[in-house]
């Protein structure tokens, strides 16, 4: 099997466009969420979410295409635009069939969703857009930057709820590694932000409802937790085959070392007792990837703020590392934006290899009351300098009982 390293990154969240901005946001502790703008929330149980600041969809490509895309797919084609440059990747015909995309979304194009059905009730079916079908489809933000950028290899959407853009790092790995591909571009992009997701996830008590407090409404495993922040975003990164990255000079991030899927069989929303699945992941992963637990340097949790889910996972943390659990940084970086559901894995993957490079934790803000239930070091406020590390690990869990843990290691070249 062949080593997958990553050569090239792309962010877009509540903290900002671009990976330096969100990167540099996060270390400064700083919130991105804050009242929604985006439509009258007045009525909802929750009013306040993650939304992208100033995005322009024209400075990342043609208008007419903006115009013909949901957000969701504007958001992966600008971070895919990012991890590419980063990557300083130029596909040409002679090896466009070697490169493939996988990129998902837990909900797809919901704005057009909502838009399209105000034309149908108000205007008449006769006025439904053409581009309605296109533009909606969780497919089409692969399918898109496929087309773009000409890459021809194998090009899919995976659809995990809030495990969505981890899975996709995953399975990329998994094609590149069985020789299938030599380049993969792999995320998860979302723009759930809308009356109706709002709605829908205020009415089954999932957000918090601290209103009058925005900045400090998201806190994972603070005992006055009360639900997660809705938020919007994309991440992308581009995966190489080793040899292939070697022989064409290309900067090497980091290496995706151990990538593991499970379920917990349990419930639709709530995660098995124990947070059982989730070790099941964590420990799969470590044991693909051969590192001993007492490796890892630092995990970036799921840590939704969830009455239910942070134990969970802090749970399954304990039953994989013992008493070494108390040693590892474990920081859930949702507190500062919010919960991107399907863009959750990819983001937090890209934070897991900035750690490892900076040698910065990521802090979990908004944590002022200790939980007994969650009394992991889940470096509180402030983020936390290190030194160097070798290993990270991040955890995604999704609605349906979905489990993914994504390794990363420092790259060290062939002997």
């Not at 985006?38 to 009525?43: H, I, N, P, T």
């Not at 084609?77 to 466009?96: C, P, R, Y």
């Not at 581009?131 to 898109?144: E, H, K, N, R």
């Not at 400090?216 to 994309?234: C, N």
């Amino acid at each position: 099997m062949r080593r997958v390293v990553v050569t090239g990154m792309g962010v877009i969240s509540p903290l900002g466009v671009g990976l330096d901005a969100t990167w540099d946001g996060l270390i400064a502790g700083r919130s991105g969420i804050g009242p929604v703008t985006f439509f009258d929330a007045s009525a909802l149980p929750s009013r306040m979410a993650g939304e992208v600041p100033e995005f322009d969809a024209s400075q990342f490509m043609d208008r007419k295409l903006a115009r013909r895309c949901d957000r969701f797919t504007q958001f992966a084609m600008a971070t895919t635009e990012e991890a590419l440059q980063q990557a300083k990747l130029t596909v040409d015909h002679s090896f466009s069939e070697r490169v493939g995309v996988i990129i998902g979304s837990g909900i797809g194009g919901l704005n057009t969703l909502m838009d399209q059905f105000s034309v149908l009730f108000q205007k008449g079916p006769e006025r439904i857009s053409p581009f309605f079908v296109t533009m909606m489809i969780t497919d089409l933000a692969a399918g898109q930057i496929s087309i773009r950028y000409g890459f021809k290899g194998p090009n899919f959407a995976i659809s995990s709820a809030c495990a969505t853009g981890a899975h996709a790092i995953g399975e990329s790995y998994e094609i590149i590694r069985r020789g299938d591909a030599d380049v993969m571009i792999a995320g998860g992009s979302e723009a759930p932000v809308t009356l109706i997701a709002m709605a829908a996830f205020g009415n089954m008590h999932a957000l918090s409802r601290r209103n009058d407090d925005p900045v400090h409404a998201s806190r994972p495993f603070d005992a006055q937790r009360d639900g997660f922040v809705l938020s919007e975003g994309a991440g992308a990164v581009v995966l190489e085959a080793e040899e292939f990255a070697l022989a064409r000079g290309a900067h090497i991030l980091a290496e995706v070392a151990g990538y593991a899927a499970t379920s917990d069989a349990h419930h639709v929303t709530e995660p098995a007792a124990n947070g059982e699945g989730a070790a099941r992941a964590m420990r799969l992963a470590l044991a693909k990837a051969r590192i001993d637990p007492s490796a890892v340097q630092y995990i970036n949790a799921h840590g939704t703020a969830t009455p239910a889910g942070d134990p969970a996972e802090t749970a399954a943390v304990k039953s994989l590392f013992g008493e070494a659990a108390y040693r590892i940084p474990v920081s859930s970086t949702k507190g500062a934006t919010g919960h991107m559901l399907g863009a959750g894995g990819t983001t937090e993957s890209i934070f897991c290899i900035k750690a490892m490079e900076s040698g910065m934790v990521p802090p979990t803000i908004n944590y002022e009351f200790p939980d007994p239930q969650c009394d992991l070091d889940i470096v509180p406020n402030v983020a936390r300098n290190v030194g160097p590390m070798d290993v990270t690990m991040s955890n995604s869990f999704g609605f349906g009982g979905h489990n993914v843990a994504l390794v990363f290691r420092r790259y060290q070249p062939p002997a």
